[in-house]
């Protein structure tokens, strides 16, 4: 008798990619390029999302803290007044890849009430090792 079809046999899983992220972090900053931004602070929400590797993930040393993310964003902000979303999105996101295990790095950043009749404002970029 000749044998039958072998059964299907589903590869085991594995974990390809980890994200952490960070959605709608507020920060108050000087930023803006018009002459009523000089001097004044303005709110900007902020999500990151970190692309990191496929390893085990058993402790916070194996992954990346979205407490830094935050970090970076404030340092960003002490740092004193940027001119545009789009600089502050990019330093943001280089600050993040300064971590090595940080594959990419996706950074929206809004500025509501910038605009009127839109809800929020902003760019998005996206950094890439």
């Not at 900053?29 to 004044?40: F, P």
């Not at 999302?49 to 970076?72: F, R």
């Not at 001119?83 to 999105?89: K, N, P, R, S």
Request: glycine share 10%; with cysteine.
């Amino acid at each position: 008798m000749a044998p039958g079809p072998l059964p299907f046999q589903a590869p085991e899983p594995r974990r390809e990619a980890l994200t952490v992220f960070v959605r709608g972090l507020e920060v108050q900053a000087g930023i803006g390029v018009h002459d009523h931004e000089q001097g004044r602070l303005q709110t900007l929400t902020i999500d990151v999302s970190l692309e990191l590797g496929a390893g085990d993930v058993d402790d916070l040393s194996d992954t990346v803290n979205y407490e830094t993310v935050a970090e970076a964003a404030r340092a960003i902000v002490a740092s004193g007044h940027v001119g545009l979303v789009e600089t502050f999105a990019d330093r943001l996101a280089l600050s993040c890849l300064e971590d090595s295990r940080v594959r990419a790095v996706h950074v929206r950043v809004e500025k509501p009430g910038a605009l009127a009749g839109a809800a929020a404002p902003g760019c998005e970029v996206v950094w890439r090792r």
